[in-house]
């Protein structure tokens, strides 16, 4: 072969490596553009291990649907590192929120949910009514509906049957709240072995269920010291020295257990308790008592007002995957995620189908009438008020040291009004 033949083919093969190499260069750069996934993140505020293992069983649920996105989630997040990373523009993409929208929504830190759910034809109408309208502002909603959380009475069935007390009506007063209570305390002895009647409801989740309030926000004004939140207090003082646990008390009852709100209940020493659906959860594991649940007594006035408190998941408008952040979230709060949220216990699911099934599997019968005021509810524990929760200092403050005896009711009326006033004098200037 000539020199000049041999040239050639030595030329046409390095031509035809080079072109094989490049295009399985370019082949795998192909196949590496098509299995990189879109990565979400995802701030959920619950921190126990028997719901986190929810919500990831909800994520990978999702996933499975949709291989192409990634839901990396922090657990156990607080509103306050929330907050930061929105200062910061590093929010996550999607976030759950609770107590109102009212202070993102001024933030203008929410993406608008309604061309997603135009968009993939979702039906609100499966989710209870009082928490679409609450997370809508001017026709737009903001957040998609994760939970409801309403109040009834859970009783100690043991308790009630050793005093030989009938059980709860499903029509009652808190007067015959109060004279049940007091008939199943046993305030005297060693405080090892008391018994009491009630734990507390609190001060301004009770004024709500009487149908009244402690502020006017239309009026900007306090409007604590009424004749009817006076007698209101005064049933609570008299429910609270006759009926329930001093604070040193309860402070005692919760080292008897894990800890938390619910657990003086738990020990099987309080005939009654108001409580929100979300304590459920901890109920399940009851086995040294029966249980079981009541509705809330009617108002003093005698009528019946049902309130909530609430969670949803939120897309934020930094968002760079604001279609798969829908995804996510339609996913979560749809059909399939509420049946695996439901069966946590840990709040109501928003969707009306898996609260009515699969969240009262293994609860009392009666457990259905946090369920029927779900469906009822429209008064809001936290109002759509920017930062609410200053003025609820004041009003928990002297409260407090008037239940502990340390101030007088005129004194103590009178002071939340004068610091609330000041409150909403100061928030009407920065505006």
Same mark, same amino acid.
């Given at each position: 072969? +000539? ?9 046409s093969?390095? $031509?035809?490596?080079t072109? *094989? ?10 196949q590496?553009g098509k ?5 979400l993140?995802?701030?959920n505020?619950?921190?126990?291990a028997?719901?986190?293992k929810?919500? #990831?069983n909800i994520?990978?649920a999702f996933e499975k649907?949709?291989?192409? $996105?990634?839901v990396?989630? /922090?657990y156990g ?8 990373e ?7 993409d999607?976030?759950? %929120? %609770?107590e109102?929208l009212?202070d993102l929504?001024?933030r ?7 061309p997603? $759910?135009?968009k993939y034809?979702?039906?609100?109408n499966?989710y209870f009514?009082g928490?679409?309208d609450?997370y809508t502002?001017d026709?737009?909603i903001y957040g998609?509906?994760? =939970?409801?959380?309403?109040d009834c009475?859970v009783?100690n069935?043991?308790?009630?049957d050793?005093e ?5 009506k499903?029509?009652w007063? %808190?007067?015959?709240?109060?004279d049940?209570a007091?008939?199943?305390s *046993?305030?005297t002895?060693? *405080?090892?072995v008391k018994?009491?009647g009630s734990?507390?409801? +609190?001060y301004y989740?009770f004024l709500l269920?009487?149908?009244s ?6 009026k =900007?004004?306090c409007v604590v010291?009424?004749?009817e939140?006076?007698v209101?207090m005064?049933?609570l ?5 006759d009926? +329930?646990p001093s604070?040193?008390?309860s402070a005692?009852f919760q080292?008897?257990?894990a800890?938390?709100a619910?657990?003086p209940?738990?020990?099987?020493r ?6 929100s659906a %979300?304590?459920?959860s901890?109920?399940?594991?009851? /086995?040294?008592f029966r249980w079981?649940?009541a509705?809330?007594p009617r108002?003093?006035?005698g009528?019946?007002?049902?309130t909530?408190d609430e969670?949803c998941?939120?897309?934020t ?5 604001p279609?798969e952040?829908?995804k996510f979230?339609n ?18 699911p928003a969707? #009306?189908?898996a609260? #009515?099934t699969i969240f009262?599997?293994?609860l009392?019968?009666?457990?259905k009438?946090?369920i029927d005021?779900?469906?009822a509810? +429209?008064?809001?524990?936290?109002p ?7 003025y609820?200092?004041?009003f928990n403050?002297?409260?407090d ?5 340390d $101030?007088t009711?005129d004194?103590a009326m009178?002071?939340i009004t004068?610091?609330?006033d000041v409150?909403? #004098?100061?928030?009407n200037?920065k505006?």
């Amino acid at each position: 072969m +000539s020199s000049f033949k041999k040239l050639v083919w030595l030329v046409s093969g390095l $031509i035809l490596l080079t072109t *094989s190499f490049m295009n399985g260069c370019t082949g795998t750069k192909q196949q590496a553009g098509k299995s990189k996934k879109i990565v979400l993140r995802f701030s959920n505020a619950e921190g126990t291990a028997e719901q986190i293992k929810i919500m #990831k069983n909800i994520c990978e649920a999702f996933e499975k649907e949709n291989p192409d $996105i990634k839901v990396n989630t /922090t657990y156990g997040t607080t509103k306050q590192k929330i907050l930061i990373e929105l200062a910061a523009d590093t929010p996550p993409d999607v976030f759950m %929120w %609770w107590e109102g929208l009212t202070d993102l929504k001024e933030r203008d830190a929410l993406m608008p949910l309604g061309p997603y $759910i135009k968009k993939y034809n979702v039906n609100l109408n499966r989710y209870f009514k009082g928490l679409v309208d609450f997370y809508t502002y001017d026709g737009e909603i903001y957040g998609m509906p994760l =939970q409801i959380n309403t109040d009834c009475i859970v009783f100690n069935k043991n308790l009630f049957d050793k005093e030989k007390v009938p059980y709860p009506k499903e029509e009652w007063t %808190w007067q015959e709240y109060y004279d049940i209570a007091r008939k199943l305390s *046993s305030n005297t002895g060693n *405080s090892a072995v008391k018994q009491f009647g009630s734990m507390m409801p +609190s001060y301004y989740g009770f004024l709500l269920m009487q149908g009244s309030n402690a502020f006017d926000f239309d009026k =900007q004004k306090c409007v604590v010291d009424t004749k009817e939140n006076r007698v209101t207090m005064e049933f609570l003082l008299r429910l609270y020295k006759d009926c +329930s646990p001093s604070r040193a008390e309860s402070a005692a009852f919760q080292q008897q257990g894990a800890g938390g709100a619910v657990t003086p209940f738990l020990t099987g020493r309080i005939a009654m308790a108001p409580v929100s659906a %979300w304590v459920l959860s901890g109920f399940t594991k009851i /086995t040294n008592f029966r249980w079981d649940v009541a509705p809330l007594p009617r108002s003093l006035k005698g009528k019946k007002y049902d309130t909530f408190d609430e969670a949803c998941l939120v897309m934020t408008k930094k968002s760079k995957h604001p279609e798969e952040a829908f995804k996510f979230v339609n996913f979560y709060c749809g059909e399939k995620g509420m049946k695996i949220f439901a069966t946590g216990k840990n709040g109501i699911p928003a969707d #009306k189908a898996a609260a #009515k099934t699969i969240f009262l599997e293994g609860l009392p019968v009666h457990s259905k009438y946090f369920i029927d005021s779900a469906e009822a509810a +429209s008064i809001p524990n936290y109002p759509r008020v920017p930062n609410f929760s200053q003025y609820m200092v004041p009003f928990n403050k002297y409260l407090d040291l008037l239940f502990l005896g340390d $101030i007088t009711m005129d004194e103590a009326m009178k002071n939340i009004t004068r610091e609330v006033d000041v409150l909403l #004098k100061q928030n009407n200037r920065k505006k």
